[in-house]
């Protein structure tokens, strides 16, 4: 076989003859690489986007005296991390110490896998279509909670602790979150391989007959689909990828104003760079997935996946040279559009970091367990009952559900100090009193008295000088 | 205070990370207030005190005279004055005495003025030259040389 030949089929064909077995064999090394270092290379223009656009959208510039633009600092990034002196500190567990960076970066390079970046069969990813893709994804990012916990444990350091410990207990109650998204997607779907996600997304549109028959319309992605289901499936996974990757406004485990630098304190040089690697990998990861499972992952309208007629004749021209150009400019069309879409959520992920203050930890807590997962759970009923009764049974109990959402939620007391303005308005909500707390019971401390033109409300109704500490039980103690 | 309210009170919250990420997205293509320090230098206030000059006089003689006032204001003793007398082939400055040797440790110096204000020909004046970075303690000692403006007439 000449190697003209063997390339051939190392490139196109899905039936190798037998005895040749090592062709597939390389062609599956080669997409693993491939997968592999498209996410690494990935992580220095995103440090490079993140740091220039974060400025602009901060009303100044970023770095741009390493090269033009600063283009250069990733570089001058890496190289600094390189040189610098790799401490262990002391008392460390030195096994867990040096095997969590790489327990963090691992799960986010072997993620994806099976992110299918094309259409094709057998360069469209790394593993085409494995019939579990999208539950692989979902079990690695679970581990990828331990490089995060190990890291803290082992650091000998009270604060890198507490900052690990809660940096994985954000990761996963917003990875139940994202779970339930996804089973949304796989109840729509049927399948959990990505290929057949984006397959039942691709070339698929609503509008009038002509439109869908020349490929051009509003495209079916499932962030549309089953309308607002599938949406609101989005809008969870969204922020619960945002948790995941512990971004802004998620990232209260590592602010550096908070403890310190979490738990990555204690580690410096190719240690840190993992953990920074890991961390924009990871980004990198979940908005493709996000791509894949919402937004048509490497699907547009058809006329703009493959090369216009006239540039096909011209490459048809120059033989067969010319054909296999074809072929190949045909399958990366589809992956500069996917990657053009993780382009956009990575954009969305920096601005989301410049506008949106950090959440308090509690709140995060609160908001993932009693806010995202209640509300994936009733989507994914609506979505069950759509499929099986049809779209207008489901979208019928997604009403009902959610007007008892919103009216039970808008009635509550937490709800009310959530959207009170003022102090005062808060309490008057609350209790309909301008002062539902006596300080007389305190010895030594004064009453708390309003200012005289605290409301209107309040003087309509009783004066403040009606509450007598009689009317309060208060200790013998202070009383005597 | 009603339902209705709390419901639109809700709604407000939920849509004002939009509105936030609207003003920051809108700061995307224009202009920044960044100063691009090297190629341009922020204009400083008129009376900014930092490296001290020595002036001169039009004809070209120097102001300083030697009279030591500065030195003497001096809170820090950051200033060595030499005085010299002026003779009638070398005049330096116009009077009786010129500063032979005029030092100034900049280290020292905390940039106070008392000695531009104390000064009564006002020959030393802090202007707003405030590159003064260097890596060897021993460069810090500021000479004449290095502080006197340049001869107007031989330019």
């Known amino acids: 076989m000449s190697f003209a030949h063997g390339f051939h089929l190392f490139l196109f064909s899905t039936h190798i003859p037998a005895g040749y077995w090592w062709i597939d064999f390389i062609r599956v090394v080669v997409r693993a690489l491939m997968s592999m270092f498209g996410i690494l290379l990935t992580v220095p223009p995103l440090i490079w986007l993140e740091r220039r656009l974060l400025g602009f959208m901060q009303q100044r510039l970023g770095p741009n005296r390493v090269g033009p633009w600063g283009l250069f600092q990733p570089l001058a990034d890496a190289l600094k991390l390189l040189m610098k002196e790799d401490i262990i500190p002391n008392n460390v567990d030195r096994t867990l110490y040096v095997v969590a960076p790489i327990l963090m970066l691992m799960p986010t390079l072997v993620t994806a896998g099976v992110i299918p970046w094309g259409p094709s069969q057998l360069w469209g990813a790394a593993a085409p279509n494995v019939n579990v893709g999208i539950l692989y994804a979902l079990a690695w990012s679970s581990l990828g909670v331990y490089g995060v916990v190990l890291a803290g444990w082992s650091s000998n350091n009270k604060y890198s602790l507490l900052g690990g410990l809660r940096s994985s207990a954000q990761m996963i109650s917003y990875e139940l979150g994202m779970g339930l998204a996804i089973v949304t997607v796989v109840l729509i779907t049927g399948s959990l391989g990505t290929s057949d996600i984006v397959q039942h997304q691709a070339n698929q549109f609503w509008g009038t007959a002509w439109m869908v028959h020349e490929g051009i319309g509003f495209p079916k992605w499932h962030i549309f689909r089953l309308f607002p289901m599938g949406f609101v499936a989005g809008a969870i996974y969204i922020i619960s990828m945002v948790a995941e990757t512990n971004r802004a406004p998620f990232d209260l485990p590592e602010a550096e104003t908070e403890l310190v630098a979490g738990y990555h304190t204690e580690y410096t040089s190719m240690k840190f760079a993992m953990f920074f690697m890991a961390e924009y990998g990871n980004m990198v990861v979940v908005s493709a997935i996000a791509v894949t499972l919402f937004f048509g992952g490497w699907s547009v309208f058809p006329v703009l996946e493959h090369l216009p007629p006239f540039m096909v004749n011209l490459y048809h021209s120059w033989g067969r040279f010319g054909d296999g150009l074809t072929d190949v400019v045909n399958s990366i069309i589809p992956t500069v559009w996917f990657m053009a879409k993780v382009f956009c959520f990575l954009w969305s992920f920096i601005w989301i970091r410049a506008t949106l203050p950090r959440l308090r930890y509690d709140m995060l807590m609160n908001f993932g367990w009693k806010g995202i997962l209640p509300i994936a759970l009733g989507n994914i009923l609506c979505v069950a009952f759509a499929i099986v009764y049809g779209y207008f049974v489901g979208l019928a109990i997604w009403i009902v559900l959610g007007v008892v959402v919103l009216v039970v939620t808008a009635g509550t007391t937490s709800s009310k100090k959530f959207t009170a303005k003022t102090r005062l308005q808060n309490t008057l909500r609350l209790t309909n009193v301008a002062e539902p707390f006596v300080t007389t019971a305190h010895a030594g401390y004064g009453r708390q008295t309003l200012p005289p033109d605290a409301s209107s409300e309040l003087t309509s109704s009783q004066p403040a000088g009606d509450l007598d500490s009689e009317k309060y039980a208060t200790s013998d103690a202070v009383r005597n | ?155």
């Open chain 2, 1 to 155: 205070m009603g339902l209705w309210d709390d419901i639109k009170a809700l709604g407000q919250e939920i849509s004002a990370p939009g509105k936030g990420m609207a003003i920051t997205g809108s700061y995307v293509g224009r202009d920044t207030i960044t100063v691009s320090y090297p190629e341009v230098r922020r204009p400083l206030s008129r009376r900014a005190r930092w490296r001290h000059v020595l002036n001169r006089y039009e004809n070209g003689l120097e102001k300083c005279i030697g009279c030591s006032l500065c030195a003497g204001a001096c809170p820090a003793n950051a200033i060595y004055v030499k005085a010299a007398e002026n003779t009638e082939e070398k005049r330096v400055s116009p009077g009786e005495r010129y500063a032979e040797q005029y030092e100034i440790n900049m280290l020292r110096c905390i940039f106070c003025g008392y000695c531009e204000e104390a000064c009564p020909v006002q020959a030393v004046q802090l202007k707003d030259i405030y590159e003064l970075a260097d890596d060897d303690r021993a460069d810090f000692i500021y000479t004449k040389d290095m502080m006197l403006v340049p001869d107007p007439n031989l330019t």
